[in-house]
């Protein structure tokens, strides 16, 4: 039995690929674009991101606080990067972020975001008991960025 899960999610900015890429490339914003309650720090984050950078955080999940670091396992500016779990909650954490050139209706640059994750959860099977939980979690805490995103870059 497969024991990995998909979240995926998408939006839509009237802003030129490369400006959205420059914000995502700022380890910096994910604290600004992570919902308040998970007390969500960056303890350690390289000046520049690259392939192969670690970054750590600490953080709360449903009150319990840890440490997660991740490392950038693809850098493809402007177009894409991945972070992966090296140590953290999940058995596996696989982030994809792609940035597509999507004009707006009028016309003007757009970027498409497409944010794709592989995950699993610890403990397994037992671990699946909280799936319905976590899954409401991730898409929680998804849609919380998009309107910190839109809110930060458009000032909407």
């Not at 900015?13 to 490369?18: G, H, I, K, Q, S």
């Not at 992966?84 to 696989?94: D, E, I, M, N, S």
């Amino acid at each position: 039995m497969d024991s990995t899960h998909l979240f995926s999610t998408e939006m839509h900015l009237p802003l030129p690929r490369d400006e959205v890429f420059e914000f995502f490339a700022d380890a910096k914003n994910l604290e600004r674009i992570t919902p308040p309650e998970l007390r969500f720090s960056i303890t350690k984050a390289p000046e520049a991101i690259a392939r192969g950078a670690l970054i750590e955080y600490r953080l709360r999940l449903f009150g319990i606080p840890f440490g997660w670091r991740t490392e950038i396992a693809a850098w493809e500016p402007p177009t894409m990067f991945v972070d992966r779990q090296v140590k953290g909650p999940y058995r596996v954490w696989h982030h994809t972020h792609t940035f597509l050139d999507e004009p707006s209706l009028d016309g003007t640059p757009g970027t498409r975001i497409l944010d794709v994750v592989t995950y699993a959860l610890p403990l397994w099977p037992f671990g699946e008991i909280a799936l319905p939980v976590v899954r409401g979690q991730v898409r929680r805490i998804f849609a919380y960025r998009e309107r910190a995103i839109r809110e930060i870059l458009l000032g909407a």
